[in-house]
């Protein structure tokens, strides 16, 4: 067992790999958005977390003011941003848009990826995501525990080609090749194990044919 | 494009699929508490988000407290909890705790699952999960928007097999066979693309030899 008095004690970047890799495999998506001057900007962020289907409410942690970074400034002056699903075909730019680049440059350009823009909506979506929605913002959340924000969106517009719907509005991420992220810097391909159907107390658990 | 408007007129289950498959795949864990009365609680969660390492934080998403469970309630009254991975070794059992037991009794039991106590830490851990933490309960935020909860934790302790641990602090869950979930009701097995290292402007990504 690994106490929290020997987590504090070791050195940052270990301590980092460590807690980052323990909540589990991570919903890795690029979030895009615009600033005031129509500059826009390409993120990658892996703490994402459904929080409702009705109304659709989608959260994520920003981190600290400090650590830089423009999404949480763009979002709160434009009121909108996007979700784009990474795939294995663009893993590497994905990953390429959290260099430092400076504030007058887009990382759409910078690493390959291309810019679709939507009548009336005030942010980016990436033209090579398979999966993306957009949101307008509803609340942002401080946390003081840690100088972290919680910001929650509406989904609004959701572009997913139909290939990957399945008769029961489940999406086939898997055939659309998303990945899923770990700790810091891994990035991964997933598989099916199995579908479940809803469990009753007492019966056995039924599969769900994914077809 | 599908809009909001479209996916308010859906029906409830299908709507729910949908939604729950955007944001991605997520880390399914099993959350296990104890009552007042010592009774052992153990419920599946999907809605679990990394929030920082130092200090080391997680975050998860509990329901509208009319959707029933009783994990929220335990961890008010306890202020501790714990976080299971789960193994493609039992995915099953691990969807089966989502059924609706009886407030008497525990899912461990039901669903043939073993609970693990570490002295003076008052929730039970699951033997048969090769990653797990617990948690000390730092803040519940409601949420109004949708009567939801996002509750905040710090984790106090980590079981973690050494085979799995690298030098780097990097924890290997595709080695541990830690599973995702998409929607409702998927499970799955995880498999490397990369790792990439901490990218630079106007630099290629470089890969990490994950050894």
């Not at 942002?140 to 989904?155: A, D, E, R, S």
Request: charged share 20%.
């Amino acid at each position: 067992m690994i106490d929290s008095k020997t987590i504090s004690s070791w050195e940052r970047f270990y301590r980092g790999n460590f807690i980052n890799s323990l909540s589990g495999f991570k919903p890795v998506s690029l979030i895009g958005t615009k600033n005031n001057n129509g500059q826009s900007n390409l993120a990658i962020f892996s703490n994402i977390v459904h929080l409702g289907a009705d109304p659709p409410l989608v959260g994520f942690v920003n981190r600290p003011l400090e650590a830089g970074g423009h999404t949480l400034a763009n979002i709160e002056t434009s009121r909108f941003y996007t979700i784009n699903h990474i795939h294995s075909s663009f893993a590497e730019k994905a990953h390429q848009t959290s260099a430092k680049y400076d504030g007058g440059v887009s990382e759409f350009s910078k690493v390959g990826l291309h810019e679709q823009w939507v009548e009336n909506f005030e942010a980016p979506f990436v033209a090579e995501s398979k999966i993306k929605f957009g949101l307008s913002l509803q609340q942002i959340i401080p946390i003081p525990l840690n100088n972290t924000y919680f910001v929650i969106g509406k989904i609004e517009m959701v572009f997913v080609d139909e290939t990957y719907l399945l008769p029961d509005g489940f999406i086939d991420m898997v055939k659309a090749e998303s990945l899923c992220s770990s700790g810091i810097d891994a990035y991964h391909t997933v598989s099916y194990l199995d579908r479940f159907a809803y469990p009753k107390p007492n019966l056995p658990v039924k599969k769900i044919d994914n077809k």
